[in-house]
C-alpha cells in the first residue's frame, strides 16, 4: 500500500483554468513536498511546507498537518504546466517517500 | 553552475552485463540518494549515503552496489542479479534531512 495517495492520476485541463492536484498520507510527517516532472524525467522541486500555505508565481501549495492532506493549485494554467507533479515526505534516512503522481496536460 | 550530473542519459545493456550509472554533485552536499523509476510507480529509494565511505541499503537493493569515496560522486552499479533492471534511474541530493533534495536529469537504462 502507498503510504502516500494522489489524486487525480491524470487531469486534462484547458489553458486558463484552476487546477488542484490533492495528496494524502497516512503518517506524521515534519514537510511536505510538491515536485515537477517535464517529460524528459528530470525532477524539480516547487515547494517544501510544513504548515499553511505557500505561493510561488501561479503556483500554490497548502497543507493541513491534522487532516494528513495537501493540495497544489495552479492558477491560470498554460501548456506549459503540462507535466507529472509529484508530493512526497520525508522518511527515516532523508530520502523521500513519492507518491505515484499526477499527469497534467493542458490544452491550448 | 552547482547541480547534479548524471551520465550517459540512456543506457543500453545486454543481459548478463553490469553497468554502472554515473551521478557528480558539486554542490556540496552530505547525502546522496539513488531511485529508480518504473512506470505507473512512485520513485523508489535503491541506496543512500550520508557521507563519504558510507552508504546504506534502501527498499529496493537487491541486485544494485554503490561506491562513495568522494563527497561529490555516488556511482549505481547494476549487476546482473538485478532481475528487471529496465527503468529510470535518477540520482539525488541534499544538505540535510529536513532540507529540499535536488535531482539530476536522470538515465534511462534498457536491457536488451
Known amino acids: 500500500k502507498n503510504e502516500v495517495e494522489q489524486s487525480p492520476q491524470n487531469l486534462t485541463a484547458q489553458e486558463g483554468e484552476f487546477i488542484t492536484i490533492n495528496c494524502s498520507y497516512s503518517v506524521g510527517i515534519s514537510a511536505l513536498h510538491w515536485l515537477q516532472q517535464h517529460p524528459g524525467g528530470g525532477i524539480v522541486s516547487l515547494f517544501m511546507?510544513?504548515?499553511g500555505k505557500k505561493k510561488h508565481g501561479r503556483l500554490i501549495a497548502t497543507i493541513n498537518i491534522q487532516e494528513k492532506h495537501s493540495s497544489l493549485h495552479i492558477t491560470a494554467s498554460h501548456p506549459r504546466d503540462s507535466a507529472v507533479y509529484i508530493c512526497a515526505y520525508g522518511g527515516s534516512q532523508g530520502n523521500l517517500i513519492f507518491g505515484k503522481g499526477t499527469k497534467l496536460s493542458v490544452k491550448p | 553552475d552547482g547541480g547534479i550530473t548524471q551520465s550517459p542519459k540512456y543506457l543500453f545493456r545486454k543481459e548478463g552485463q553490469n553497468v554502472t550509472l554515473s551521478c557528480e554533485q558539486n554542490?556540496?552536499?552530505?547525502?546522496m540518494y539513488w531511485y529508480r523509476q518504473d512506470p505507473g510507480q512512485g520513485l523508489r529509494l535503491i541506496y543512500y549515503?550520508?557521507?563519504?565511505?558510507?552508504?546504506q541499503k534502501g527498499d529496493i537493493a537487491e541486485g544494485y552496489s554503490v561506491s562513495r569515496e568522494k563527497k561529490e560522486s555516488f556511482p549505481l552499479t547494476v549487476t546482473s542479479a538485478q532481475k528487471n533492471p529496465t527503468a529510470f534511474y535518477l540520482c539525488a541530493s541534499r544538505q540535510g534531512p529536513y532540507n529540499e533534495q535536488f535531482f539530476g536529469p536522470g538515465t534511462r537504462l534498457t536491457v536488451l
Open positions: 549515503s550520508q557521507i563519504v565511505n558510507d552508504f
Open positions: 511546507l510544513s504548515s
Open positions: 554542490l556540496n552536499h552530505d547525502a
